[in-house]
Each structure stands twice: as C-alpha cells, then as structure tokens.
C-alpha cells in the first residue's frame, strides 16, 4: 500500500467516527463499573478484581487478533470484518449490563464487553496506520485521540444529562439507578452505528497484486498466527522495547484512578464510604461529571497537540502531558469541594489525550508498516499487563500499605505518573521534525 492518497481531514474525521462509540462503551466502563459493583456489594479492598476482564481479554485477544487482521483478506478487507463482530459483541453486553442482579452477573458481562471491545480495538488502529500516509498518521491518531476525549465526556456525563428526564433516586430492582441503564443502552446503539458509518465513508484500501500474494504464503490458522506474534515479540524495535517502562507507569496509574476515584472524592468531599447512601450517589455523580470535564479537556487538548507534536516531537510532549496528570492526581485527595476537584482535571485531561495519542504517533514511527496489525495488538501487552499486575497487587497493599484508604490510591498513582514522565524521556522515537519535514507534512 504505497503511495497512500492524503485525506482531507473530513475523511480523516468520519475514519474515527467509529472510535467514539468505541470509546463511549469504554467509559461507560470506567464511570459506571466501580458504582455498579458498589450497588452490588463489592468490597473495596477486592474491587480490582472484578475489574480483572480488561487486562485479561486484552492480553489474550489483543495480539491474537491483530495478527489475524495483518493475514486476511476479506471481500470486506482486512481489518473491517473484526469491527464489526467486535461491535456487534459490545452491543448486546451493553444493553443487558445494566439488568445485572448479582456481581458474578456484572462480572461476567464485563469481560464479555471487553472482549467485544478488544476485538475492534487494535484492528482499528491498524486500520488508521494502514490508511494514512506516515506524514498524515500523527493527525490521524490524534483526532482519535480527541474523539477519545469526546466520546468519554459524554459516557461520563449522560447520567448527569439523563437527571432532567429521571430522578436520580429512581432504582431498579438490583439497586441501579435508571439513569444509569438509559445510557447503556445510549452506549449499545452507539457502538455499532458508529463503526458502520466509518467503514462505509471510508472503507480499507485495496491490496495490491503483491501483497494478495504475499498473503497467501502465510495462512490464517491458530498456529501461524501464534507464530507471527511470537516473531514480532523476538524482533521488537528497540524504541517500542523502551516505551515499555513509560506505559507501565502510566497504565498502572489510570487504572487505580478509574478503580478507586469514586471512592476516593466520597470520603474528601462527601464523607461518606457507604455505596448505599445518597450521598454516594452524590459523589457517582460528581465523579462522573469530573470524568466528563477531564475528557472534554482531552478532546481539546488532542487537537491542540497536533501542531505542537509536529513542532516539538511527541515523546518531549508526551512527557509534559504525563507531568500535568501526575500533579493532579497528587492533588486531588487534598480537594474538598466539587469545584476544585473540576480544577484538577485539567491536569488529569492533558494527560489522558497524550496517552491515547502520542504513544501511538511513536509506535507508529518505528515499526515496520506490513506488521501494523501485529505490533498494535503486541503493544497492547504494554496496557494490560501493568493493568493486570495492578489488579493482583493493589488488593495486598490496599489495607496493609495504603491504609484502606481510596485518597491514598491517588497519591500512589501520581507519583508513577511522574516516573512515567521521566521513563518518556529516554525513548529514541518520536522526535522533534526539521522544519523542513514539517513543510512537507503540511
């Protein structure tokens, strides 16, 4: 696929309009789940368990499907068919979580959407490197990045939006408020419309003769594609290699603050620890209407970065967003009023737009582009497996080291933001462009 045509940043745009309903699924997750297994009877200490779905299915399916999509060769093409039963998946999960009347019930369900969500996930982003000409790619990923931002501002809002039409108090029958059921089911429809339009306005590009043939020398069984990841994995470039240590870090550090930030601003600002309470709804919503802040910010920040990576190079960019994420979070337990927990969060977004932007742009600048597929589900590993060690420590120091306390989470998860700004610094990839790349980008 050489001599990609450049796309008009409307093409690039409606490309990514299937991201936002991706993205939308995703945090309805991380707004809803650690309210919804409070609701259920979950104990704090062991709620990062039944978050365990994540990191597993993403471990497993991630790589295991990424190198799949690099092998076919569809009458729909090589990425699109894995969207779509991907998003089909994440549909029905959505709309039957919210009916969920017992924990083993959410659980289940959680890795189920998951799973759905991962299927598309990484063929996606290969879908975007593979479409996009390389001096396009870091517009292309960055408007992701910032359908991200969107996306989950209005996942974490809609509960908020949703109090005009239904009383906040109003319950279902497993002690889930109404509110929160209408928006999976906002989230369901949008999942699958939403990667229809993309794959429609802007469908993959054909193969050409040569790489047709080169496709038939690999077959699409388990064991060639067990094959081909193993072979990325031993021929890893060295800048993805160092990456390794900035995601862990970061990775290890937004998922305590997805886990425990409900929690935590119910004990700063509401005092109270009792999911039963009102004012734990009180905080749900406080939370959530923080998350939408943090993430309308992303969606801003993503588009203001555009310019700025090109300038300045990603990894140094990267680096700052990092920083300001990690002063936010060391900050927020000392908050004791919505508005200052809002004024926090633009730390908070600064650094969710770089994670879901600029580490892509510098993956996608030292890989081979015949193993996209590939080395974006690889790179996955370098997501889900700081959130699986998460998962399995933060239970053994939650009472032991950080005293039962959710507040202390998030001093924890700021200072390994911190560690993550300084591990971006000393990766070899993502650099500053010369003026004169940067004209001809533009």
């Not at 930030?261 to 119910?266: L, N, S, Y």
């Not at 770089?354 to 690889?378: F, S």
Request: contains cysteine; aromatic residues 10%; positive net charge.
């Amino acid at each position: 696929m050489t001599g990609k045509p450049r796309l008009s940043l409307l093409r690039i745009i409606e490309m990514n309009i299937g991201f936002f309903g991706l993205q939308f699924s995703f945090g309805l997750q991380q707004a809803n789940m650690g309210p919804i297994y409070g609701f259920l009877g979950a104990d704090e200490a062991t709620m990062p368990l039944l978050w365990l779905a994540g990191p597993m299915t993403g471990l497993i399916i991630q790589p295991i499907i990424g190198a799949m999509s690099d092998r076919t060769n569809s009458r729909m093409g090589r990425r699109t068919p894995y969207f779509l039963i991907g998003a089909v998946i994440c549909t029905l999960s959505l709309f039957a979580m919210p009916y969920s009347s017992a924990l083993w019930m959410a659980a289940s369900l959680l890795w189920i959407l998951d799973a759905g969500n991962n299927i598309t996930m990484e063929p996606y982003r290969a879908y975007v490197a593979d479409r996009l000409a390389p001096e396009q790619r870091s517009v292309g990923f960055l408007t992701q990045s910032a359908f991200t931002g969107l996306a989950q501002t209005l996942s974490y809002l809609a509960p908020s939006l949703l109090t005009a039409f239904v009383a906040r108090d109003v319950l279902d029958d497993n002690g889930i408020p109404v509110i929160v059921r209408i928006a999976f089911v906002i989230g369901a429809i949008l999942s699958i419309s939403t990667i229809a339009w993309s794959v429609w306005r802007v469908p993959e590009l054909p193969l050409s003769d040569k790489e047709r043939a080169e496709l038939k020398t690999k077959p699409l069984t388990v064991r060639a594609t067990i094959a081909e990841i193993v072979s990325a994995i031993r021929a890893m470039p060295r800048p993805m290699k160092q990456l390794a240590g900035a995601m862990l870090c970061q990775w290890y550090a937004m998922f305590a603050y997805w886990q425990f930030i409900t929690f935590a601003v119910g004990r700063s600002i509401y005092e109270t620890s009792d999911p039963a309470s009102a004012a734990f709804r009180e905080a749900v919503l406080t939370t959530q209407q923080a998350g939408a802040l943090y993430n309308f910010i992303a969606f801003l920040g993503a588009l203001a970065l555009i310019p700025v990576v090109a300038r300045f190079g990603a990894r140094h960019v990267h680096a700052v967003c990092l920083a300001a994420s990690g002063a936010a979070m060391l900050m927020i337990p000392g908050a004791s009023s919505p508005i200052g927990l809002f004024a926090l969060m633009l730390g908070i977004g600064i650094g969710w737009a770089g994670m879901m932007g600029n580490t892509y742009v510098m993956l996608a600048d030292c890989i081979p582009p015949e193993r996209n597929g590939v080395y974006m589900g690889v790179f996955n590993l370098f997501i889900v497996i700081p959130m699986l060690i998460q998962t399995l420590t933060m239970p053994l120091m939650y009472d032991a080291i950080l005293g039962g306390d959710p507040r202390n989470v998030l001093l924890l998860a700021g200072g390994l933001m911190l560690a993550g700004a300084v591990a971006t610094l000393r990766v070899d990839t993502g650099h500053r462009q010369s003026r004169n790349s940067r004209l001809a980008a533009g």
